[in-house]
DNA sequence: GTTGACTCTATACTTGGTATAGACTTTACA
DNA sequence: TGTAAAGTCTATACCAAGTATAGAGTCAAC
């Protein structure tokens, strides 16, 4: 199949695909003639692998190691767990400030409820300080 | 004083200080003769106030908009309070979004808690559907 | 007078794509 | 068979919010 095809396929974006392949996530496929990519089946696994990894957060580099690791099919699968218990601790730790941010925003929202004038805006005030 | 002094005053890196100049957050300040920027007790309010508003999240723009209307002292303030609002919903909604993640994770972290060959490993079973 | 600390500008790099321009290939239809 | 439209190619620039570097100039102390 065409790269317009694959994008359709997979849901990525014709441009990503040609980004991964040069990012080297996605290995280089045969051309047609006329210098068309053209993929098979397996190019559209490792694509939706790529893009099930990607909504995880997981970085194109880690991916990459993913990939790697794949390949060796007998080797220590310790290095996948810990990539993802090392994300899950990350994503943990990225909720915990985000919620103290939205505490310090909501303290800082309810400073000033009403309209007024800047001069007067309690939430320009709390910025001030 | 010169950029050393207000990049130690203010926390932010020297670089920073020269970026956000050129991003017009900061305005151009004064040289001395040897064409050094010679900044003042206001330049260092400044950029406390849009290291406080980054601390918050906030883009250079959306910053570059509350200066603008920190020199309107008698308009309204209502695009700060709109602004702040807006900010804590889409904080919010990211909070929500990494919950989720974090919950695949986690059952994806425990479909291969031991130590096992990559062809058996539950965690990239799970990547691969 | 020279060393070292400080500053200057300009440029490149980061991440994960997205968006062009300009050229070429292929397909569809009259 | 000709041509127009759709698809694809490469190369390059852009986004955000800085960070890092090179190479040159300035300033203060000894």
């Known amino acids: 199949m065409k790269i317009g095809e694959l994008s359709k396929k997979s849901g990525c974006s014709i441009q990503t695909i040609r980004f991964y392949e040069k990012q080297d996530l ?25 893009k099930q990894c990607r ?13 790697d690791t794949k390949n060796n099919p007998d080797k220590s699968c310790s290095s996948v767990n810990n990539l993802i218990h090392q994300h899950m601790v990350d994503v943990t730790h990225r909720i915990a400030e ?4 939205k505490l310090t925003l909501s303290e800082m929202a309810s400073a000033c409820t009403d309209n007024r004038k800047v001069k007067e805006c309690g939430v320009l005030q709390l910025l001030e300080e």
């Open 26 to 50: 996605l290995e280089a496929c045969n051309r047609s003639e006329g210098n068309y990519r053209i993929y098979d089946a397996s190019s559209l696994r490792t694509l939706q692998f790529i």
């Open 55 to 67: 909504s995880l957060g997981l970085t194109i580099i880690e991916i990459k190691q993913l990939l």
């Open 98 to 101: 985000l919620q103290e941010l």
